[in-house]
């Protein structure tokens, strides 16, 4: 599968943004059930700038190399993008990060992260 | 290697290796592949006699009835009960487990009663009596099981009480392949009154088996985990349990008289088989229970064992594998659960799937065992008549790849 390069291991066994933010405006778990994946993710707003900008984003978990590179992609990406912006990333924004599209059995993997990024933003809005 | 007498070769029986030759099919223990002739009498049926079963008076109906009743008959045979009264059709373990907490369940047990479980289980032998225990007030308990996930069996004397009712378990673990000896469990049940089920899903296609030996009062087991259609299974009860028991499930075939304001049950088996049945797939579960039973289930134990032990030596000679479960092929069933170090087991699973080789990564639907485990999810492969020692050789070589991809 396209999906198991070099950079996708890599950034399972050394993950970007793989900590906790002490002061988080947002903190949001979520998990797949069916796989034993879970995430904890971690949004700092930032204040400074125009409201509602994400100036940090990490997260921690365990997971499949899919759902642990997505969320180092994903975290890594978020950083100077409005809130409202990254409510309408979807399916499609995640193939563009990942440069290859995830098959049906392993889409929820790579769903997980940005999920439980909504939900959270959704939640503290 | 000394077992290799005890290895069956059956791929041919099985159109779907036929038509693909080089797929490696593991996952046997969520459900197996299909001989020709399950097939075949699935097909005569629909083709030549699909008709309904106990009422038409014509000779098509005839067929039918006789067809699903001669397969209820070889159910019987298989598992040695004494009558075919103890024979329920149902559509899976899961429905027959439900129908023993619905029924007997239901009208037996009182608040405050106790049923044993073991942290083994399968979800469908844990939440039908959780559903139970919330309408009625009972109360569920858990036999443990040591690192080696082989049941403390030793506990049970501390589990039963004066209100144990129940002792529910299953014959082997899907997910690590456990055998549980149950002779003592049993007779230690029944010397406190206590009634006991067995979720035979994963033995009763597997070894041979016999219910009268087994004493157990209730067991449970798939059509389609034995080489038989989906939507098929089994419930034995002895004969006296389901003469108190209730019906669950009204309608066509399961009364004797309907009044508008009373009405009278069926006979045993049929009073607990309401609507038209899953014919085709009694008739198909009779057609696998045939091909079985020619080969011999000590055969099949006997080769799958032998699967087994090879398997089991190839898997411990990679570095980093971990095996969940007793990791002796004289003690387990042919179910092998293990993890990599370095790869989550559903990037093994994706990444042998490119090898055309099939099996499960998961919590198995035992997540209480995960948790006790203390692991999030295994890969599992599991056996059948139909594997082969190329088959296992192919996934040791499968995963020597997985481990080159993320260079562990
Ligand atoms: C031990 C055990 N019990 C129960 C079941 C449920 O069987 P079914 O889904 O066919 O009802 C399974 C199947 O996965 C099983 O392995």
Known sequence: MDIYRDTIIELYKTPLNKRRIEEADITHSGANVTCGDRVRIYLKLDKAGSEGVIGDASFEGEGCAISIAMASLLTEELKGVRVDEVLKWDQETLFDLLGTEVGATRIKCALLPLETIQKGLTGAA | ?408
Request: charge should be neutral; hydrophobic fraction near 40%.
């Open chain 2, 1 to 408: 290697m000394a077992a290799a007498t005890a290895l069956l070769n059956l791929k041919k029986d099985f159109p779907l290796l036929v038509n693909e030759p080089t797929l490696v099919y593991l996952d046997s223990a969520s459900t197996a592949l299909k001989p020709r002739a399950v097939i075949e009498a699935v097909e005569e049926y629909y083709t030549n006699y699909s008709a309904n079963v106990h009422r038409g008076l014509y000779d098509l109906s005839e067929r039918a009835t006789a067809a699903y009743e001669g397969a209820r008959e070889k159910v019987r045979t298989f598992i040695h009960a004494g009558s075919s009264r103890e024979i329920i059709f149902t559509s899976g373990t899961t429905a027959s487990i439900n129908l023993v907490a619905l029924s007997w369940g239901r009208s037996m047990l009182k608040r405050d009663d106790e049923i044993i479980l073991s942290i083994l289980d399968h979800h469908s032998n844990i939440v039908p009596w959780q559903l139970l225990a919330k309408d009625i007030g009972c109360k569920l308990k858990f036999i443990d099981c040591d690192s080696k996930g082989r049941l403390k069996l030793d506990q049970l004397s501390k589990l039963l009480s004066r209100r144990t009712k129940l002792i529910a378990l299953s014959h082997v673990s899907n997910a690590l392949g456990t055998i549980n000896q149950l002779t003592t469990l049993t007779q230690k049940a029944h010397a406190i009154g206590a009634k006991v089920l067995i979720d035979a899903a994963q033995s009763v296609p597997h070894m041979p088996l016999n219910v009268e030996h087994l004493n157990c009062d209730f067991l449970a087991f798939s059509g389609h985990k034995l080489g038989g259609p989906t939507g098929i299974g089994v419930l034995y009860a002895k004969e006296e349990l389901l003469k108190q028991m209730p019906p669950v499930f009204g309608g066509g075939d399961m009364i004797r008289e309907v009044h508008t304001d009373h009405s009278s049950w069926n006979d045993l088996p049929w009073k607990f088989e309401a609507g038209t049945p899953p014919i085709a797939q009694a008739i198909g579960l009779g057609a696998a229970i045939d091909y079985y039973a020619k080969i011999g289930m000590s055969k099949v134990r006997a080769h799958e064992h032998a699967l087994t032990e090879y398997a089991l030596k190839k898997l411990a000679e990679l570095p980093g594998l971990t095996i969940y479960g007793p990791a002796d092929a004289a003690e387990q069933s042919g179910v092998i659960s293990f993890t990599l170090e370095g790869v989550h087991p559903h990037d093994i699973s994706s990444l042998l799937n490119e090898e055309k080789i099939a099996i499960r990564a998961g919590h198995h639907c035992c997540m209480p065992l995960m948790d006790r485990l203390k692991i999030p999810a295994t890969a599992r492969v599991s056996f059948g008549v139909y594997n082969s020692t190329e088959d296992i050789d192919r996934l040791i070589e499968g995963l020597k790849k997985v481990q080159k991809i993320f260079k562990v």
